[in-house]
């Protein structure tokens, strides 16, 4: 009778203990899923995402004519520019920024230097989907998330990496009986911050060759006809070499562009 006292002990305490797993699981498979109204939005940005094509980039040779900053230089395609404002933030470190006026109304511009940020660097620095800050000296992490795990098992090692991996999964499915809450966090924190960073109404294009990275073409104005174009070529795990040109529809072609970012020496 003691025996089976034991057994009836063991168990039900083995049954609490699956039930307590289990009731954490389904919880956090809900709080982290993309029906969460937090992350709602990530069900459109997921539909829409999508990378159009890869760009070979191949480091230019320039003996002359082209504008420098750091070890960037650049063909001087804006002799008919003159120089504008400097871009003033603090992720970014600018080369110069050039306009083309018509009728005194800017219809180009051109922007060149170093941003200090990188998504996946971002992401593995903060490590977490929401911080709160108190003051200065006191920073609280909530919701933490291990995604130099899901770097590391997936080889992701860059922007350009990180972009096409959340590209090529953006399709599966999460299986709350064989996917583990840890893996749940992951993802919804990938494209979480994929979508902070990306449009969904971007074109997107990766860069592969002598440097990785990607190209954002964004339609902007009340009737789309402005046209802004962002290059990023990956520096470090915190740098990106930037490149943007913002210019009326007619102004460039996409072939432009490409011609332009082959026309780039990083020293």
């Given amino acids: 009778m003691k025996k089976k006292n034991i057994i009836i002990i063991i168990v039900s305490v083995v049954i609490i203990l699956i039930a307590i797993l289990a009731s954490y699981k389904v919880y956090n498979f809900q709080k982290f899923s993309f029906d969460n109204y937090r992350y709602e939005n990530l069900k459109e940005f997921i539909k829409k995402f999508n990378v159009k094509e890869t760009i070979e980039f191949k480091n230019a040779k320039l003996e002359d004519d082209y504008l420098e900053f750091e070890n960037i230089k650049i063909k001087n395609h804006y002799h008919d520019y003159t120089e504008a404002e400097a871009e003033k933030f603090d992720s970014f470190k600018s080369g110069g920024s050039f306009e083309k006026k018509i009728d005194d109304k800017v219809v180009s511009k051109f922007t060149f230097g170093i941003e200090t940020y990188t998504i996946k660097g971002l992401m593995s620095y903060m490590k977490a989907f929401s911080i709160d ?26 922007d350009y990496d990180l972009i096409k991996y959340g590209y090529q999964h953006k399709d599966d499915k999460l299986n709350i009986l064989l996917d583990s809450v840890k893996k749940r966090k992951q993802i919804t924190y990938l494209y979480a911050n994929l979508n902070m960073f990306l449009n969904s109404e971007d074109d997107i294009y990766l860069i592969n060759g002598d440097l990785k990275g990607y190209m954002t073409v964004t339609k ?24 943007a040109w913002n210019y009326d529809e007619g102004i460039y072609t996409l072939d432009d562009i490409k ?9």
């Fill in 259 to 267: 011609s332009f970012l082959n026309s780039i020496e990083i020293g």
């Fill in 133 to 158: 800050r108190t003051d200065k000296d006191n920073i609280k992490r909530t919701d933490a998330v291990d995604i130099d795990n899901l770097f590391n098992k997936n080889g992701i090692k860059d």
């Fill in 220 to 243: 902007t104005g009340t009737d789309n006809k402005t046209i802004k174009v962002i290059v990023r070529l990956i520096k470090d795990d915190m740098n990106a070499y930037y490149f």
